[in-house]
């Protein structure tokens, strides 16, 4: 992917040169002093970057339709992921499948923060297992239990 990257002050300061660098690039990418950056694209960019990865999921969706494309989704995964080596064979497979079923939910929802909070998820798993020590540390009962987390403390914790 070609981006520029600019201040937020540039494209409000001089607007009409810092959207011409659209022309040599697909998208520009705004700093922003203490917030997230922006990126601007063009509206047909966008709507072709949506209809590429619709066609990319709806395949990965109609490949796991049979074994020789699950399979297939299987034997890729390591190159893909290669974190998802240290998942147990039932987990890498559970894997697939979840993030199978989520690329074909985004393009519906034409959001994809599921598909990128599960990756999130399965790569955290696969970080535990890599590690005997906090493999252990996570799933050794001590025998104690120290109670429910109140939903406010959760609430807190998530922002919702």
Known sequence: MTA???SLSDLLNRPTATLAT???ARRIVL???GAEDLMLTTAARAEQDHEVMGVISRMFVEM???PAGRNLVLDVLP???PWARYLPAHEERE???ELVGALGATTELDNTAAVAQLITEWRDTAEVHADPEL???LTTDSGEDFGSVPLS???NRTGH
Do not use: P
């Open 31 to 33: 700093r922003r002093q």
């Open 79 to 81: 190159a893909t992921f």
């Open 64 to 66: 796991t339709r049979t």
């Open 135 to 137: 493999y252990a540390a």
């Open 153 to 155: 403390e959760l609430r």
């Open 95 to 97: 894997f697939s499948i």
């Open 22 to 24: 659209l022309r040599g």
């Open 4 to 6: 520029v990257e600019t």
